[in-house]
């Protein structure tokens, strides 16, 4: 063979490719140890989570329901931190944790999670030993549950599983009208397990007592065939403040652990006194000085009238706050409010301060949260948006550092 220098390369396994695949492996040998997430002294945005508040929360649904509670943790424990919520939720033994992805009921376990795991969203027949082997219930509602039923005869045990009815919902369950021959077929089934039969209100007050009477039908029907059903439940946060009747055998509250009420006339009513469990800090980065004609933004979407003063906050939409705000919104520094100025950026925002603040970068910034004597809520963040406070706490980056208070 001629030798080239491609060949002797090649020959001598010093290729170009290896040459800079081992130099690009020495310089980059690194592997970090970082035991907690890392939150920047100075700058960086981050969210701040009060575990006791939410205890407390809890404490009072279980004081005024009286049942079994099936804690919501479903989207990344509604922007709060699923790990950090689950784990506390675990550590205070809570009867249920519901999530609607296996990915999330997995990432449970795998952080020491052993309470009671229920899983309501979809599963397919490759998760089946998944769901299984990790004691993690299911909802089921289609003949999906013959997977469960298989495998579970193949490991040797059982597969726990709720029932889930659509009495009105007109999204995920079987159809109440239907469901009686599939609840005789699913309790025929070996290997399985029911721990639970569920449907979903509608939130609309009338309807929502429609939907019971369907669902309290059709469980007294198969009780009569002498079909066991396990738990009963229907109540979300709203069926836990408008409707004592939905309370069953055990609720399923959400937005009311993270200290918020359902909607706009509950929360008005405040009749638990619940506290918010979630804050959303950052810091300033730079404090300026415009000129009259000086802009700020893309496409200049501000310009100085006169000579002002600004700070300008490292946290924008990519983080999840709402970029439609301006000139409504407002955030804290020193305990006092300035408003949102400009264009809220992926990264960044503008706030306007008086001439004389004493402002400098590195001031702690609220964006959700209290400081000082003043506080700004998600509720008042939804308002300024105009979009639902979950939306607000749903859309919070699952990124940012998470720090325990």
Not at 71 to 80: L, P
Not at 171 to 180: F, S, V
Request: glycine share 6%; charged share 25%; hydrophobic share 40%.
């Amino acid at each position: 063979m001629k030798l080239t220098r491609r060949n002797f390369l090649l020959f001598s396994g010093f290729s170009s490719a290896s040459l800079f695949s081992k130099k690009h492996k020495a310089e980059n040998d690194f592997r970090p140890s970082l035991k907690k997430p890392f939150i920047s002294s100075r700058r960086d945005a981050w969210i701040e989570l009060n575990l006791e508040n939410m205890r407390r929360n809890l404490e009072k649904v279980r004081k005024k329901v009286k049942v079994p509670v099936m804690a919501v943790i479903k989207a990344n424990a509604y922007g709060h931190g699923l790990k950090e919520v689950g784990r506390y939720l675990n550590k205070i033994d809570i009867d249920f944790l519901m999530v609607c992805k296996l990915q999330e009921a997995m990432e449970l376990r795998e952080v020491g999670v052993a309470c009671p795991v229920h899983n309501f969203g979809p599963f397919s027949s490759e998760d089946a030993n998944v769901l299984i082997k990790n004691n993690i219930s299911q909802s089921v509602f289609t003949e999906e549950v013959q997977n469960l039923s298989q495998t579970a005869q193949k490991i040797g045990t059982t597969a726990k599983i709720h029932i889930h009815i659509d009495t009105g919902m007109g999204r995920m369950g079987i159809p109440y009208y239907k469901a009686l021959p599939y609840i005789e077929r699913v309790s025929s089934l070996k290997g399985i397990k029911i721990i639970g039969i569920s449907t979903t209100l509608t939130e609309d007050d009338e309807f929502d007592r429609e939907q019971l009477t369907r669902f309290h039908s059709l469980c007294r029907n198969a009780e009569k065939k002498g079909l066991s059903l396990g738990l009963k439940h229907a109540a979300s946060s709203a069926g836990i403040f408008t409707l004592k009747s939905s309370y069953l055998d055990m609720v399923r509250p959400g937005i009311a652990l993270y200290g918020y009420y359902p909607s706009e006339k509950t929360q008005k009513q405040d009749s638990l006194s619940l506290k918010p469990v979630l804050q959303l800090k950052s810091r300033v980065a730079a404090v300026k000085t415009l000129r009259r004609g000086d802009s700020i933004a893309y496409h200049r979407v501000y310009i100085a009238k006169k000579r002002e003063k600004i700070a300008v906050i490292p946290t924008g939409y990519s983080d999840g706050y709402p970029f439609n705000v301006i000139d409504k919104g407002f955030v804290l520094i020193k305990g006092k409010r300035f408003p949102i100025i400009g264009g809220i950026t992926a990264n960044h925002m503008e706030v306007r301060l008086k001439l004389d603040s004493p402002i400098a970068p590195g001031d702690e910034t609220v964006l959700i949260g209290s400081q000082g004597k003043d506080k700004i809520t998600a509720n008042e963040v939804a308002r300024w948006a105009e979009v639902s406070t979950y939306k607000i706490l749903l859309w919070l980056n699952p990124l940012l550092p998470r720090k325990i208070i």
